[in-house]
T-cell receptor, first 115, second 111 residues
Framework: NAGVTQTPKFQVLKTGQSMTLQCAQD?????MYWYRQDPGMGLRLIYYSASEGTTDKGEVPNGYNVSRLNKREFSLRLESAAPSQTSVYFCASWGKPSGRGETQYFGPGTRLLVL | GENVEQHPSTLSVQEGDSAVIKCTYSDSASNYFPWYKQELGKRPQLIID?????GEKKDQRIAVTLNKTAKHFSLHITETQPEDSAVYFC??????????FGTGTRLQVFP
């Protein structure tokens, strides 16, 4: 049981390049989320997916697109990267682990630098 | 819109002292309040949570209190240790299937 996994761990892009951040969870959770975290800042929600086949905008969706490929996978795409998108990106899923109530679990993060 | 305010932004304590972090939420319908600890370069990890049907919950040196009327909740860490040094985030769950996070508190525990 790997929990929430993300790839890649690190990425450097040039302005205008595109890339897709991958996220997968093996806990059979319905809801998945993408956050960005800038230095000294909290977690800001970019997009989320309450169930397979649905996606909704969060607090800071501009410049991003998402795809809920299936129940396990939720990807985040930057079509034309900008320096303002330099950040750490966390994927998360929401569910109920054994012995506890429902809560949100985070992946290890992707550090993105846009030059 | 919905928001969660968190104070203080930084907190320095001597080892063995207590630390208290406070959060205020805006949506009275919020019913779940987790606290996350994030060490440098790591992912946020859940340390304790509370639901709106209880006023207090304790887990060893960590406790959380909730005042629904005032829409306040707080994290209390007793007998602090250097390994408690990290950034702590509070959050409030909205019925729209989202967690709204506070801006974080950087806790430093000095030996």
């Amino acid at each position: 049981n790997a929990g929430v996994t993300q790839t890649p761990k690190f990425q450097v892009l040039k302005t205008g390049q595109s890339m897709t951040l991958q996220c997968a969870q093996d806990m059979n959770h319905n809801s998945m989320y993408w956050y960005r975290q800038d230095p000294g800042m909290g977690l800001r929600l970019i997009y989320y997916s309450a169930s397979e086949g649905t996606t909704d905008k969060g607090e800071v969706p501009n410049g991003y697109n998402v795809s809920r490929l299936n129940k396990r996978e939720f990807s985040l795409r930057l079509e034309s990267a900008a320096p303002s998108q330099t950040s750490v990106y966390f994927c998360a899923s929401w569910g109920k682990p054994s012995g506890r109530g429902e809560t949100q679990y985070f992946g290890p993060g992707t550090r993105l630098l846009v030059l | 819109g919905e928001n969660v305010e968190q104070h203080p932004s930084t907190l320095s304590v001597q080892e063995g002292d207590s630390a208290v972090i406070k959060c205020t939420y805006s949506d009275s319908a919020s019913n779940y309040f987790p606290w996350y600890k994030q060490e440098l370069g790591k992912r946020p990890q859940l340390i304790i949570d509370i639901r709106s049907n209880v006023g207090e919950k304790k887990d060893q040196r960590i406790a959380v209190t909730l005042n629904k009327t005032a829409k306040h909740f707080s994290l209390h860490i007793t007998e602090t240790q250097p390994e408690d040094s990290a950034v702590y985030f509070c959050a409030a769950y909205l019925n729209t299937d989202k967690l709204i996070f506070g801006t974080g508190t950087r806790l430093q525990v000095f030996p």
